[in-house]
C-alpha cells in the first residue's frame, strides 16, 4: 500500500536557524496537510494545501511557517527562524479528493531546537 | 471551534479484556468521525472512520465504534484486545468544509498486559 513518506526522520536545529522539513505525499493525492504534536500535548492541525495554495491554516501557522509544492512530488513545511517552542513532532498527511476520504499520515519529523 | 475529548488518558487491560474508550466532539455542524491508531514508532494508522449512515462502524483488526448524535460521542470497543492492541488511540473529527482539517483528542494510551 502507498504510503506518505517524511524526511528527515530527526532534524536537531540550533534556535534561529531555518529548517526545512520534507514529505512526499501519496501519488493520487490532492489535498496536503502539516501537523503537530508537541511532546505530551494533542496533535495540532497547522496547515492545509490544495491546488497549489494554502487552503485553511491555524493560529500556529504564523509568518514564520511557509509551504511549498515545489515539484510534482514533494510537499515541504519551512519554518523560518526556530524557537525553542517549535520542538515537535510534525506530521505531513495527504488524502484524495472526496470530502470521505481520510487522511493518511507519514512516520513524522521529530524536530529538536537547541 | 470543534473540539474533541478523550476521557481516558492512560488504559491499562489484561488479555480478553473487554476494551471502550471514550471520545467526545463539540462541532455546531455534520462531522466526519475517526480513530486512529499509533502503535510504537509507527506512523499514525486509520482504524475507522464514519461519515453517514449506519452509526456503528466496524475498522480493522476488531475493533468497532458507535456514533451517538444526541451524546456527541464516538466510543471506541473491542470485546477482547491483545497484547498487540498496546498502542495510542487517538479520536479525530472534521467538519464537512473544504479543508477538512482534523481535530484530534488528547489520545489515549493502551497498554494490555500478557
Not at chain 1, 509551504?67 to 527562524?81: A, C, M, Q
Request: aromatic share 14%; with cysteine.
Amino acid at each position: 500500500e502507498p504510503e506518505v513518506t517524511q524526511t528527515p526522520s530527526h532534524q536537531v536545529t540550533q534556535m534561529g536557524q531555518e529548517v526545512i522539513l520534507r514529505c512526499v505525499p501519496i501519488s493520487n493525492h490532492l489535498y496536503f496537510y502539516w501537523y503537530r504534536q508537541i511532546l505530551g500535548q494533542k496533535v495540532e492541525f497547522l496547515v492545509s494545501f490544495y491546488n497549489n495554495e494554502i487552503s485553511e491554516k491555524s493560529e500556529i501557522f504564523d509568518d514564520q511557517f511557509s509551504v511549498e509544492r515545489p515539484d510534482g512530488s514533494n510537499f515541504t513545511l519551512k519554518i523560518r527562524s526556530t524557537k525553542l517552542e517549535d520542538s515537535a513532532m510534525y506530521f505531513c498527511a495527504s488524502r484524495r479528493t472526496g470530502n470521505t476520504q481520510p487522511q493518511h499520515f507519514g512516520d513524522g519529523t521529530r524536530l529538536s531546537i537547541l | 471551534a470543534q473540539s474533541v475529548s478523550q476521557h481516558n488518558h492512560h488504559v491499562i487491560l489484561s488479555e480478553a479484556a473487554s476494551l471502550e474508550l471514550g471520545c467526545n466532539y463539540s462541532y455546531g455542524g455534520t462531522v466526519n468521525l475517526f480513530w486512529y491508531v499509533q502503535y510504537p514508532g509507527q506512523h499514525l494508522q486509520l482504524l475507522l472512520k464514519y461519515f453517514s449512515g449506519d452509526p456503528l462502524v466496524k475498522g480493522i483488526k476488531g475493533f468497532e465504534a458507535e456514533f451517538i448524535k444526541s451524546k456527541f460521542s464516538f466510543n471506541l470497543r473491542k470485546p477482547s484486545v491483545q497484547w498487540s492492541d498496546t498502542a495510542e488511540y487517538f479520536c479525530a473529527v472534521n467538519g464537512n468544509n473544504a479543508g477538512n482539517m482534523l481535530t484530534f483528542g488528547g489520545g489515549t494510551r493502551l497498554m494490555v498486559k500478557p
